[in-house]
């Protein structure tokens, strides 16, 4: 230590994020910070458009993603310390739009005072230690199908939505005309997207966006109206919730879907990061996890009162810490791109559906991969697996999906007389779920 350092000590930022004890600096957090934004910036051009289906105003859908980003990852690297960067969630938003708002019928104010009601309670079970026994309650190999039933939905919203799946009278769906350039550009895209990522190349997810809008432009499938603009209002979407169906079973179910999605996708996403940063203590456990969770409870609720969709811990975030981040600056660093990136709404404003629909699909089968970690042995637990995830596309809906998979997972475990396996939790939830569908 140099007598300058005996004299001054270690800087403000050292102080506060431990940025020497965590093995890493100022300039190594930096790059961190850019990698995860890089990695994740796409959804500030995905969201709007998503959430464009449910009649809400692109303009302060999009302000509102960037502000819930930067706010929530902010809460996460000053309070937590931990560089995990937070934005409104892939599948989350598919399900408050096409879900909640186009197939139950729900006003978009009325979503969003659901999922601020789901933030609440996440906020709750995460002060009371209640999350961890909901955690264990729930059987993995339905875990594992949620997450992969939520990537078929995101994949038939995006074949939708380009157009390469269409609807039949004869079939339900059929192919779309892939002469047309719209499809041809959403595939085009998928290739570039995951070509690049299986290259690490940061942003990868971005540049293929950006290649097929670019693509678009001289076949008048986008229109080129700047990149850089002062941000748009956020007053279309601000403090719109509507709690006038908060005591409907139709809303308790929109927000237990909501609330579970985001603890079992916030769990494993705080897992996965945090093992890789090398964050655990010496039993395995993680460390500030009550502090991580409260500051994703935040973000539920801060991002619905703003007008947006639940936010929600990115695994992107994974990035940044391969990167060499290690600490809550990296999240910080995060949060101030995002705030920076309110100036970009023209560009947001260029790319078309099938561009979007490009990263959809690209999530959906990076979510899809789940499918291979069930127990495929067990028929009991495959079988209401495999009912899960597949009703969630095919009815258009992930409460659905879930609702199905307890039920068929309750009752196969009690008449096959496995009733260890049928945990007073999944029975509850099952018997849920089955008087939601018995009344319609």
Known sequence: MTSADKIHGPSVLDRVFGLTQSGTDLRTEFVAGLTTFLTMVYIVFVNPNILGNAGMDKGAVFVATCVAAAASTLVMGLYANYPIALAPGMGLNAFFAFTVVLAMKFTWQQALAAVFCSGVIFFFISVFRVREYIINAIPRNLKLAISAGVGLFLGIIALEESKIVVASPATLVTLGDLR?????????GLVIVTALNYRKIIGGTLLGILAVTLIGIPLGLATFSG?????????????QLDFSRATDLSFLIVVFSFLFVDVFDNAGTLIGVTHRAGLEDADGNLTRMRQALIADSFAAMFGSLIGTSTTTSYIESAAGVAAGGRTGLTAVFVALLFLAALFFAPLAGMVPAYASSAALLYVACVMACGLAEIEWDDITEAAPAVVAAISMPLTYSIATGIGLGFITYALAKLIAGKFTDAKPAVLVLAAIFAVKFAVG
Do not use: K, V
Not at 180 to 188: D, Q, T, V
């Open 180 to 188: 047309e350039p719209m499809p041809l550009l959403c595939l085009l």
């Open 227 to 239: 990149i850089a603009a002062l941000p748009p209002s956020l007053r279309p979407t601000l403090l």
